[in-house]
């Protein structure tokens, strides 16, 4: 696919995280396993207009570029199994287009800088949308997890191991997204 | 910004939507309004790979482009509402990236075509990610929803207006996404 494809869509980020997470390597690998992990984001002053009345939601939807993953793939073992399975039925950053989906706390707005809490991001990572959490939007009753069912008892306790893949055997911080 | 600019970011299509759904008027502004709505979703052969054991989730994510949106807008009246918001405190179509969030119930999958429910799409979008629902990672307790608050009632009896936006006067269809 050439890079003039006329399928191929561009976007561009309204801001960045700031984190203390520099390195793949031990970081969480949900906001659900660290809902009190501080994060910042910076909103780019051409988009700081779309913050007003943000303050008003408990919790915020970040759409992210997940840019330090080294390769996109369609079958990963992901950080909570051992067991391969097809990308799309993970978390796992290491997917086409690798693009994330963290669900944050909202703590306090300053100007164009949002204080965040739930964080399994890295330092820099390009945000590409903010979208308010609404649970009549986004909660579902929901009985089947697939392969995650039995695996979740571990998610505080474990944290990417540095890969940023979600695949191959788990290494020696045994992860899983 | 130009299109050479080194922080864009491009991503491909993994497949479309295929929806009754041919024009924004009409239609519904949200999958929560229209649980039972079906749609499809084509994967791309080459993406096929991605979709193995996804068959064991109730539930899903589509990341998509909202590709109809004729213009992107950092201020907003949403479907739902009378009064102008920064888009990032909605969930209005019309915002930078016109980068999509649905929710939609997993019914069967043959190959590499999915039959789901839950539409608020329009035939054709381009989908970018799709990812498990899990509400381990997706749910939280939420108490302040903004604007949203009092405004949810009129949920299901509302359409798309039309114009794409969320912004406005409402129109003949008084509408809120």
Known sequence: ????????????????????????????????????????????????????????????WLLTHLHQVPQERLEVV????????????????????????????????????LQLAGNDLLDGTPVLDIKPYVPRFDVRETQRIGWFEGHLDRLASTCSDGRMTGDGSPGPTTSSR
């Open 1 to 60: 696919m050439s890079t003039d494809d006329p399928a191929l869509i561009t976007c561009r980020p309204i801001g960045r995280v700031i984190s203390r997470f520099t390195e793949a390597q031990g970081m969480p690998i949900q906001t659900a396993g660290a809902l009190d992990e501080p994060l910042q984001l910076e909103v780019y002053a051409e988009f700081e207009a779309g913050l007003r009345d943000i303050e008003g939601f408990d919790h915020l």
């Open 78 to 113: 992901p950080f909570l199994d051992q067991h391969s399975h097809g990308v799309f039925a993970t978390r796992a950053p290491a997917r086409p287009n690798r693009l994330g989906l963290s669900l944050v706390r909202l703590i306090g707005r300053e100007g164009r800088w």
